[in-house]
């Protein structure tokens, strides 16, 4: 009786086995396709974006806010065409656009990527030495620290152990959410500036013009469909790679809200001309309202994390980007060897060249406003280019159709449009 009992309860025990299966998959699965949305995204709120989000939020206010939200929609649907490209055709982009429009249409995109995520690197970097400013840390020692630790980040031999550190030092910009709090917005100014956009005053347009210019870099492009690719994830996964990519466009553009409510709620409320052009300027200019622990502690926190993580990203894409036009192996899953030396030396040079600079005091401002005014003049080429093979390399059944593809198409004319409306502005001021 006693066995016979027993195989009749293994059969019962099943089902209940399965689901725990089915529960644990459910859980980790997640996990292990999301990732390269986040990062990207958080990478895209950096030093520079930082910056020009203060800025905003001291000349304009609550103004400023509404741009922010219209901005997370443009933020996914660009980024969602890297995603199905990456794990459609299991193609890096650069790779992509050599095998379909041909070396010199890759040549360019490559080169064009690399000096952006330069100049990226550029503005990271003088971030980390701002921050470090704040502590009384000199630049001799916090680039070199940071530099090192990045370098050795890739020598890890796994694309997933430099996703998890690129998150977890992501995550240092929820800080700026906690400074929100600190700084006690006004509710109903708040609402009463979301129902206001001064799209006919020039200096409020240009701000806006400068908002979505950081929104969409070259190297996010590139970044995420080779972080799918390196992730080799499957047409199963796309959904789930969705998500984490609209998880990661509402998560960055709350923290680029998060800056500019905090800002427009105590530098923009009593000194709204306030020159607010490096880390030590907001620095300085918030911890009169939120204190040693508001200004300094958490705003570096959250600007230390802000550039890491990018640096992290625009060096990789960069990297990335000339190994699949020049046909190198290219892989975080193996340290370097004989025949991934060419992406790795690629990868170093990027940290060394930026690192070089800022210590070598170049005029960071006006490089920045540089930087500025090639991001806005490749935007043409690079959503152009995305564009041209989401509708080229993809299956039918991968492709856009309907209403879905003329809103991406005219979201994308329209970041264009409102990038190539810096140029003058910016050459004006050089």
């Known amino acids: 009786m006693t066995d016979t009992t027993a195989q009749v309860a293994d059969p019962s025990d099943a089902p209940s086995k399965t689901a725990l299966r089915r529960g644990r998959w459910l859980r980790w699965g997640l996990l292990t396709v999301w990732g390269p949305g986040l990062v990207v995204m958080l990478a895209d709120t950096d030093a520079g974006s930082l910056i020009t989000a203060s800025q905003s939020g001291a000349q304009w206010g609550y103004r400023m806010v509404l741009p922010q939200l219209i901005l997370m929609p443009i933020l996914y649907v660009v980024q969602e065409m ?47 030495a701002g921050v470090g400013e704040l502590f009384g840390v000199s630049r001799w020692v916090s680039i070199p620290v940071a530099t090192a630790a990045l370098l050795g980040l890739a020598l890890t031999g796994s694309y997933r152990r430099v996703e998890r550190i690129g998150l977890a030092i992501g995550a240092a910009e929820l800080a700026f959410l906690v400074a929100m709090v600190m700084a006690r917005p006004d509710p109903a100014a708040l609402v009463e500036g979301l129902k206001s956009m001064p799209l006919g005053n020039s200096a409020y347009l240009l701000l ?33 790679a969705r998500q984490d990519t609209a998880a990661g466009a509402v998560l960055t553009q709350l923290i680029m809200i998060a800056v500019v409510v905090t800002v427009a709620s105590t530098i923009g409320m009593h000194n709204g001309d306030a020159a607010l052009q490096t880390v030590g300027d907001i620095s300085r200019s918030l911890t009169p309202y939120l204190g040693r622990v508001g200004g300094t502690v958490l705003f570096g926190l959250g600007m230390l994390g802000a550039a890491l993580v990018a640096a992290i990203v625009a060096s990789l894409a960069g990297a990335w980007g000339l190994s699949e036009v020049f046909g190198w192996k290219h892989t975080l899953n193996e340290r370097p060897n004989r025949a991934t030396a060419k992406f790795y030396i690629t990868y170093a040079l990027a940290h060394i060249i930026g690192a070089a600079l800022v210590l070598a005091s170049v005029d960071l401002v006006n490089l920045a406003v540089d930087v500025e005014v090639m991001n806005a003049l490749l935007l043409p080429i690079v959503l152009g280019l995305l564009l041209a093979l989401e509708s080229k390399a993809l299956p039918e059944q991968w492709r856009m159709r309907g209403p879905r593809k003329y809103i991406t198409w005219t979201l994308c004319l329209a970041v264009i449009g409102f990038g190539l409306y810096m140029v003058p502005q910016a050459l004006g001021g050089l």
Not at 99 to 117: D, M, N, V
Not at 227 to 233: I, P, Q
């Open 82 to 128: 890297t995603v199905r490209l990456g794990i459609v055709t299991k193609r890096g982009h650069g790779a992509l656009i050599r095998e379909r429009f041909g070396r010199g249409w890759a040549w360019l995109s490559a080169f064009t990527l690399f000096a952006s995520a330069i100049g990226a690197l550029l503005t990271e970097f003088a971030g980390v």
């Open 208 to 240: 806006v013009a400068a908002n979505v210019g950081a929104v969409i870099m070259p190297w996010m492009v590139f970044y995420q469909q080779g972080a799918v690719v390196d992730k080799h994830l499957s047409v199963k996964t796309i959904r789930a």
